[in-house]
């Protein structure tokens, strides 16, 4: 063999390629099939074979002869697309080949460059304005090319182009709009792209494209409803569209074309909400599409724009209904049953009982193979649960979780915990029902959720006093079981289960059984902040248990074994390793000995007095003041002290502290957005600076906001103001009503104006992006005899703008008022001629239609 | 509009794709290996729709087809009708049906620019131009026979194979 770039030697040997070019090279040349083989021969030494092609490519697409540098070219690109290198490097040489007389190097050229050209990866772009011009007005100057030539710079204009780019092609796009060819339908496609690419094209080329829908080639008003589609889609703003209405309404009831009419509903469905009395007008032939249409995908169509547009109009509606059941029935095919399930989340509340006739094919569709369909039956049935069928309803999803998958479980339970949970509550009736539920959600295997469960165990706990019997039963249970323990995401449901029976221990019936869970060998399992609960929670447990002693409730002899029990299981702890731990075993240990007399009560008298005290004084430290739930807004209403400046920037803190530092820099940023590459850097520099703060917090404390912790040990104690009774709301009469129910709904704590802050906090108004196409297209369409109008607005806003000028110099004599005022009044008047000149110009062409 | 055009293999190389906003290659290989996953998952007669708002954004979704050892899968958004694209994959393959007798995963492999000019045919710019194969099809050979005629290749190919006639 001659040449031996043509093999593909197995050991992939560079050594036999040079980069010297061989007579053989210069002679031979791999074509693209050659290379795929290579590529394919041997799929293990692919990246030495690609690299090797690379090499290759270099050397033979520099060559003068346009052939080899299209063959180079070729192969480059299809390295470039399916195997994902860069080509950035040879624009150049795909700028060379374009101008090529030769249509099948000239397609190769496009084809590359629609595929690597772009303003992010090369800077050649502007080079092949020429080319582009002289590609895309070649139909008007040589007959003799093909008529398919024009195509090619259209590709490439749609996707790769640059806003300068398109600003300087878009008048030769022009021509192709208004001609009637077969290349109209891509101008069309092409025009809209370049449109959004740069909206100073509107003027040039909005009047054309409007044009193009009352074209004869009905591909081409396909092409045309579907750019206008794209252009009214949200996050643009459709209001500039409105004027094309009656247009568009012409090709509604004429059209027979599917494409062409599923388009136009979409049109619709994002103006009807501007215009209501567009409405009117379309929900007739919608109904007539619905009731004879045999196509699927229109009969779609028609249902999704009927229910987001029409809900209110019951004929449409029912019709609508119908054909989603239709759609839903559909055993043999998931695609209609997941579009009817699709469409049914559409249906607003007022045709729920649509939802409940279907509820057994939604039910089933829980369970269906199709991971799609599940999701959505999910959604489905959390959208449309409500007070009455929510027990039902969530217990199923909950057992369903336990039969399912990781994923989907999980899906299922953050669902149930975030509907359960969402306005306080407001959908459970029946809190000892949905306590127990919330220790099935804890069994589920795979569960991730115990963070969340946890949270609304204590949650409850604090707001609702008539649950907490059931949440002691509950977290008893769950503390009993030792399988638990050695999963960590239910770390959290037991700290949350200690925590309960710790703060609501007046409901235990059995002491020491419950000691008995908390002290068991397996906690030494559980993360050390949980670990810090239960033994906080001991402590509770045990001086309720001294209390109730001393008042005659349990024996000595519990007592007794209770103690025994701590000193044999944590004793040896005493020495070991976490801080916090350790500290909380210390004072467990200490009580012990502050009651070691207990023994001997009731044989002395003042002895015991003594003990009786101290079991009352223990008491009331832990347990006089139930905690509640504390108002987001608290920290606000304390007044701040007269002569307490509170500043937002802690910036300048940082020189106390460097004063003191040792030289290493700590960066105080106050801004919440930099918190994590703060923590990040904290970490860094740790523990100087940690010890360091500490430090500086000891003595500067009182600059420092008070932090949770803070919070509540602050409202343990007398300064914090407790929460006012009038923001408790109670909810007995509704249901009271309900004769299933049988005892009324306890009262949820609630503060009211916590809902209403997060809400502010947390929505965001979804404001359609103001662009500058609706701007540009708002002022082409109201015509021209608003530019004139237009231009003697801007001639006086330039008068105004200079009497500006001068206002502001006698701003500085005084007056500022009223000049501001003249100014503002000014601006208002040149703003609502503009507006209502404009819209006085459209509203006669809309007003005419509607009527 | 049609984000991406995607024929994937079952094996998850990729053997056409055509992005219609435009992606750099390592932002393209990250969209195919998630697609493939997202795909390679699905058991038999499941619905064809995936969700792809964690790929291609908000409000995206696809659609997919299999047919031997090769996915069709097209990604669109919500100006596109979902059973309108599910037609659209169907055209698409009975035209590369036509145009190479019986297509199989080899023709899909050696015919890269075919293939994108057949696709080119048919949607421009992330839009849909013709929904009828035989007219694709005309166009197409169209383009070939002009291709063929005043191509100057010189009488002896340039490449290896074409010169020993492999």
């Not at chain 1, 949200?234 to 009656?246: E, F, I, Q, R, S």
């Not at chain 1, 240990?589 to 002895?607: P, T």
């Not at chain 2, 969209?31 to 729709?49: D, T, W």
Request: charged share 25%.
């Amino acid at each position: 063999m001659a040449s031996s770039s043509s093999s593909s030697p197995a050991t992939g040997s560079n050594s036999v390629i040079s980069s010297a070019t061989t007579l053989a090279d210069s002679l031979f040349q791999r074509s693209l099939d050659d290379l795929i083989k290579s590529l394919r021969s041997d799929p293990a030494s692919e990246p030495s074979a690609i690299s090797r092609a690379i090499a290759e490519i270099r050397r033979e697409i520099r060559s003068p002869e346009p052939l080899t540098k299209s063959i180079a070219l070729q192969k480059l690109t299809y390295l470039s697309s399916l195997h994902f290198i860069s080509m950035a490097w040879a624009s150049f040489h795909t700028l060379e080949l374009l101008p090529s007389p030769i249509p099948h190097i000239k397609r190769l050229a496009y084809l590359s460059a629609s595929l690597s050209f772009h303003p992010s990866t090369t800077d050649l772009l502007p080079l092949s304005t020429h080319q582009l011009h002289k590609d895309l007005t070649s139909l008007s100057s040589n007959s003799s090319t093909s008529p398919s030539l024009p195509s090619l710079p259209l590709h490439f204009l749609s996707v790769s182009s640059s806003p300068d780019l398109a600003l300087h092609l878009a008048p030769d796009l022009a021509p192709l709009l208004s001609r009637p060819s077969p290349l109209q339908p891509k101008a069309v496609a092409s025009a809209y792209r370049v449109l959004s690419f740069c909206p100073t094209t509107v003027p040039i080329l909005f009047k054309p494209l409007v044009d193009c829908l009352s074209s004869e080639n009905p591909q081409t008003v396909s092409a045309a409803i579907g750019a206008f589609c794209e252009l009214s889609s949200p996050p643009n703003d459709p209001t500039p569209y409105l004027p094309l209405a009656p247009e568009i309404h012409k090709i509604l009831t004429n059209s027979k074309s599917n494409w062409i009419l599923i388009k136009t509903l979409k049109i619709f469905s994002r103006l009807v909400p501007l215009e209501p009395r567009l409405g009117n007008r379309i929900v007739d032939p919608i109904c007539q599409f619905l009731r004879q249409s045999q196509a699927k995908s229109l009969v779609l169509e028609c249902v999704k724009t009927v229910l987001s547009c029409f809900p209110s109009h019951e004929e449409a509606v029912q019709l609508a209904i119908e054909k989603i059941k239709e759609l839903l029935n559909s055993d043999d095919d998931p695609n209609l049953r997941y579009l009817g399930l699709q469409t049914l989340e559409m249906l607003g509340p007022n045709h729920n009982y649509a939802i409940e006739s279907n509820r057994e094919i939604v039910a089933r569709s829980l369970t269906d193979p199709d991971r799609t369909i599940r999701k959505k039956a999910l959604q489905l049935i959390v959208k449309t649960t409500s007070q009455s069928n929510s027990i039902e309803t969530f217990s199923l999803l909950v057992k369903e979780a336990a039969k399912s998958d990781l994923e989907f479980a999980n899906e299922i339970l953050d669902s149930v915990l975030s509907v359960c949970g969402k306005d306080d509550y407001a959908l459970v009736m029946d809190f000892d029902w949905y306590i127990s539920l919330l220790g099935e959600m804890a069994r589920v295997p795979n569960s991730t959720k115990g963070e969340e469960i946890g949270r609304q165990m204590i949650d409850i706990g604090i707001r609702v006093r008539d649950a907490r019997q059931e949440l002691i039963r509950v977290s008893r249970e769950l503390l009993i079981d030792p399988s638990l323990y050695g999963n960590p995401f239910l770390a959290c449901v037991l700290s949350a289960c200690a925590w309960i029976c710790g703060e609501f221990v007046e409901f235990l019936k059995d002491f020491v059984e419950l000691l008995e869970a908390l002290l068991q060998p397996r906690v030494n399992l559980l993360p050390s902040s949980v670990r810090v609960v239960f033994i906080q929670s001991i402590i509770k447990v045990l001086i309720f248990s001294f209390y109730s002693f001393v008042e005659g409730k349990i024996s000595i002899d519990s007592v007794l074994r209770m103690v025994n029990l701590i000193e044999i299981t944590l004793g040896p702890l005493v020495e070991c390793d976490d801080v916090a731990v350790l500290e909380r075993i210390r004072n467990l240990f200490g009580v012990i000995y502050l009651l070691r007399d207990i023994k001997d009560y009731k044989k002395d008298e003042e002895k015991d007095r003594e003990i009786g005290e101290i079991a009352n004084i223990l008491k009331k430290i832990l347990f006089s003041e139930k905690m509640g739930p504390v108002s987001i807004n608290a920290q606000k209403r304390i007044p701040v002290p007269d002569g307490l400046e509170l500043k937002e920037n802690l910036a300048d803190l940082a020189e106390f502290i460097t004063s003191t530092s040792t030289g290493t820099d700590i960066f105080l940023n106050p801004k919440r957005e930099n918190e994590n590459e703060n923590l990040r850097e904290e970490m860094r520099i740790e523990t100087k600076s940690s010890s360091i703060l500490l430090e500086h917090r000891k003595r500067h404390g009182l600059y420092y906001l008070p932090t949770e912790k803070d919070e509540k040990e602050a409202e343990l104690t007398e300064d914090f103001p407790l929460v006012k009774d009038d923001l408790i709301t109670v909810n007995n009469e509704e249901s009271s009503r309900r004769l299933k129910v049988l005892k009324p709904r306890p009262t949820v704590v609630k503060l009211e104006e916590e809902t209403e802050d997060l809400l502010q906090a947390s929505s965001s108004v979804s404001v359609v992006k103001t662009d500058n196409i609706s701007g540009a297209i708002m002022s082409v369409l109201s015509g021209n005899k608003n530019e004139s109008e237009n231009r003697e607005l801007n001639s006086s806003q330039e008068r105004g703008k200079e009497r500006e000028k001068n206002t502001d110099r006698e701003r500085k004599k005084g007056s500022k008022k009223n000049e501001e005022r003249r100014r503002k009044s000014r601006n208002r008047k040149e703003k609502e001629a503009s507006v209502v000149s404009s819209a006085s110009k459209q509203e006669p062409a809309i007003q005419d239609f509607l009527l | 509009m049609i984000k991406a055009v995607m024929i994937i293999s079952t094996q998850g190389q990729a053997r056409l794709l055509k992005f219609y906003e435009f992606q750099p290659p390592e932002k393209q290989q990250e969209i195919v290996r998630n697609v493939y996953g997202a795909l390679s998952g699905r058991p038999e007669n499941v619905s064809s729709f995936v969700d792809a708002e964690s790929i291609f954004g908000q409000g995206t979704r696809l659609v997919y087809k299999q047919m031997a050892t090769l996915y069709f899968v097209f990604a669109f958004d919500n100006s596109e009708n979902e059973l309108a694209m599910l037609d659209l994959i169907q055209v698409f393959v009975e035209t590369l049906d036509k145009c190479f007798k019986n297509v199989c995963e080899l023709d899909v492999i050696f015919n890269f620019n075919k293939l994108h000019t057949i696709l080119d045919e048919m949607i421009l710019g992330g839009q849909v131009i013709d929904t009828n194969s035989e007219q694709i099809i005309q166009q197409v050979d169209e383009i070939t026979r002009i291709e063929k005629s005043s191509s100057t290749t010189s009488l002896v190919p340039k490449s290896i194979s074409a010169r020993f006639g492999r």
